[in-house]
């Protein structure tokens, strides 16, 4: 709509186009040329997978004396996943050891907490001790992870109780046993797990302190909405032209007749 109206207005800046939106992808704009995007404020898709990404970046450097190299397992799910994926890999990556801190290939979840709950269960089960958190690009995936885990968590809670319980193992086979079981229970019982769009079950599950759910992004319209208003009051303001740098890679910067006032705004 945004794009439509900034053809028919052909870059008069006397009617201010301010949108909101999950992007804005230059590939899909076919202004004239020389006439301005239309300026809007960005809440999801790449700028998306950032804000889940500063979650598990706090974590992690709270915890850096425990975890000092974090690893993190992506879940996709089907269309709209691709671009929260690249912007959660590239600030991540930017704080803990390149590439190699996300695993390259995402497991593809379906947006499903059946689907994820499995594909969790098998991927645990190949990297015993490696991975040390969860990003999924939506809320049912994440509970999905969480099912795996708590699962997993109660399966050698139960081998723990067995064998130490048990007086067929010799004590010295015991302990060692005990040791290599406990240290992978305290592993399960610290990977963290971020979702993708505060869905109820998952805020409930939050303000209980649930042992692996860490956080959910919540777009939170209203929130962007007042950042809109904002964004016209100051538009509005200067009385001038008004231009947008677009770069989906980040949030979008809206600068207010640079020739006199060289302001510029982020909403981050």
């Known amino acids: 709509m945004a794009t439509y109206l900034g053809k028919l207005l052909h870059g008069n800046t006397d009617f201010p186009i301010l949108t909101i939106d999950k992007g804005y992808i230059d590939d899909e704009i076919k202004l004239d040329v020389g006439v301005p995007h239309p300026p809007y404020v960005m809440c999801d898709e790449n700028y998306g997978g950032r804000i889940a990404a500063r979650s598990l970046i706090s974590f992690f450097e709270e915890n850096r004396h425990e975890v000092p190299e ?16 690249e912007g959660f890999k590239e600030e991540f990556t930017s ?42 690009c939506n809320d049912e995936m994440a509970l999905g992870v969480r099912d795996a885990l708590e699962e997993e968590t109660n399966k050698f809670r139960r081998r723990i109780r067995h064998i130490g319980g048990t007086a067929k193992i010799p004590l ?82 809206l600068v207010i007749d640079e020739r006199r006032q060289n302001n510029e705004w982020r909403y981050t």
């Not at 010295?172 to 005990?178: A, C, D, I, Q, Y």
């Open 172 to 253: 010295g086979e015991k302990r060692s046993k005990l040791k290599c079981l406990y240290a992978e229970l305290l592993w399960l019982l610290n990977i963290k797990v971020v979702g993708f769009d505060g869905i109820r079950e998952v805020r409930i599950l939050l303000d209980r302190k649930d042992q692996w759910l860490l956080n959910s992004v919540d777009v939170d319209v209203p929130n962007q909405v007042a950042h809109l208003v904002e964004l016209f009051d100051r538009f509005r303001g200067a009385g001038k032209r008004a231009s947008i740098k677009t770069d989906i890679r980040h949030p979008p910067t």
């Open 95 to 136: 704080h803990f050891s390149g590439d190699g801190a996300v695993y390259p290939n995402p497991l593809a979840g379906e947006f499903r907490r059946a689907v994820a709950r499995q594909l969790t269960q098998a991927f645990l089960k190949k990297q015993r001790l490696a991975v040390h958190a969860f990003f999924c």
């Open 70 to 85: 974090p690893r993190v397992a992506v879940l996709s799910g089907l269309e709209g996943s691709d671009l929260r994926i």
